[in-house]
Every structure is written in structure tokens, then in C-alpha cells.
């Protein structure tokens, strides 16, 4: 009987024992994991705020690639995507790249606020000013040169244009040859005479 009593209060004892080591496990499994999510969102913060403070002195030292790839990383938030695009902008720029340099700039909002907002809200305004400026003289150039060759005869002109810019011809001496056609246009004017040559509808040569 004695032994039969040991073996039922130590199995109870046993069993006493199980749940305060499985009571023990479970809190201490649950403390865990709370601290493992809060430690892992304040490395998170903390890698945020190390990246953006690097960022920063980068841009300082106008070491614009490093400071892009460092931006890269987070240019989903507002504070970086200005200095992403800042940065990318300015290394495009010291590289020559300037068909990018752009795109960069354009997407930078026009209400940024973060860091060196001033410095790259004026550096975005002047550049595209200054590039708008630049293609208009662009344009204005090509258009009076346009309009300037429209008025003379250029090796390599259409045959067509000889009479826009001529007038009628007084004579056209015309040659077929081996399937192609020479012409020679004869212009009197007052004291000379001027001739252009065409062959197979394209100015080749002309004599004043």
C-alpha cells in the first residue's frame, strides 16, 4: 500500500510539474515574440533614420551617386524621394547624362518639404527654366534656318524647288543616259547667266 501511495503522489507531483514547466514555456515563448517584433521594428527605425542621416551628409559632401543609392532604398517616403531624385539628378549632371537629368527633376513634387527642400525646389525651377529657355532658341534657330535655306538653292535640294526659289527657267537642256536624267536649268539674269544641274529629280551642281 505504502508503495502504491509514493507511486500516485509522485505521479501527481510529476504531472504538477509538467504544467509549470509548460505554464513557463508559453509566457516565456509569448514575451519572446513580443520582444523579437518590438526589437525588430526599432532596427527597422533605426536603420530609417541611419540611412536618412547618411543621406544627408552625402548630399553635403556632393557625393551625389552614393547619396542616391543610399536614398534608393527608401524613396517610397517622401522624405527621401526628393533627395533620391535630387541627388540622381545632380550625379546625372556631373556625368553628362543629360537626357536624364529631366526626368529626374520632374519628379520631384513641386511641394517637397524635407530635407534641402529650398536648394533643390530652386535647383529643379532653374534648370527647367533655363532648358526651356535653351530648346525655344532651339527652335527659333531651326525655324529661320528653315526659312533661310527656303529662299536659296542647295546641292542635294529637290528639283522641284528650283522653281519656287528661281522662278521659270528661260531654257532646260535635258539628257537621258543609261536610265538616268540630267537637266540643266538656264536662268538670264541682268549681266550673267545662272545654271543648276539636276540629275534624276535632285540638284547636283550649279554655276552663276
Not at 535640294?157 to 543609261?178: A, F, Q
Amino acid at each position: 500500500m505504502d508503495n502504491k501511495k509514493a507511486w500516485k503522489i509522485g505521479k501527481i507531483f510529476l504531472v504538477i510539474l509538467i504544467v509549470i514547466l509548460g505554464i513557463g514555456f508559453l509566457a516565456h515563448f509569448g514575451q519572446s515574440k513580443e520582444d523579437f517584433e518590438q526589437q525588430a521594428k526599432d532596427k527597422s527605425g533605426e536603420k530609417f533614420y541611419k540611412a536618412y542621416d547618411e543621406t544627408v551628409d552625402l548630399i553635403n559632401n556632393k557625393d551625389w551617386y552614393d547619396a542616391a543609392i543610399r536614398a534608393s532604398r527608401y524613396k517610397g517616403n517622401p522624405e527621401f524621394k526628393g533627395m533620391y531624385y535630387y541627388a540622381s539628378a545632380k550625379d546625372a549632371e556631373a556625368k553628362g547624362y543629360a537626357a536624364s537629368i529631366e526626368g529626374y527633376l520632374e519628379d520631384i513634387p513641386d511641394d517637397y518639404a524635407g530635407a534641402f527642400a529650398d536648394e533643390i525646389l530652386e535647383y529643379k525651377r532653374d534648370y527647367l527654366e533655363t532648358k526651356k529657355k535653351k530648346d525655344n532658341a532651339m527652335k527659333q534657330a531651326i525655324k529661320e534656318d528653315e526659312e533661310e535655306r527656303a529662299k536659296h538653292i542647295y546641292i542635294g535640294d529637290p528639283e522641284s524647288k528650283i522653281r519656287d526659289v528661281m522662278g521659270e527657267p528661260d531654257d532646260i537642256n535635258r539628257t537621258v543616259n543609261s536610265g538616268k536624267v540630267r537637266k540643266q536649268y538656264v536662268f538670264c539674269r541682268s549681266h550673267k547667266n545662272i545654271y543648276i544641274y539636276t540629275e534624276n529629280g535632285i540638284v547636283t551642281a550649279f554655276q552663276d
